[in-house]
């Protein structure tokens, strides 16, 4: 906390303490219609994201 990043921190930089709460706080605060789903192999191997895309790329 308190930190700027202009990159990703590797995860052993985070706080450890604050990532539990993190996880949770975005997964309570998501929509329901956003959801990352898997796809076949014909679709290209990637998982959809369905609904909002800035929550799906929080969830993934």
């Known amino acids: 906390l308190?930190?700027?990043s202009e990159q990703?921190?590797?995860?052993e930089e985070v706080n450890?303490?604050?990532l539990?709460?993190?996880f949770e706080a975005i997964s309570v605060?998501?929509?329901?219609?956003?959801?990352i789903?898997?796809?076949t192999p014909e679709e290209g191997?990637?998982?959809k994201q369905i609904g909002n895309?800035?929550?799906c790329a929080l969830l993934d």
Do not use: D, M, V, W
Request: a neutral charge.
């Open 29 to 35: 605060n998501t929509n329901y219609t956003s959801k």
């Open 16 to 18: 450890q303490e604050l």
């Open 53 to 55: 895309k800035t929550e």
């Open 8 to 11: 990703i921190p590797p995860p």
């Open 37 to 39: 789903e898997a796809s």
């Open 45 to 47: 191997g990637l998982p």
């Open 2 to 4: 308190g930190k700027l």
């Open 20 to 22: 539990p709460l993190l």
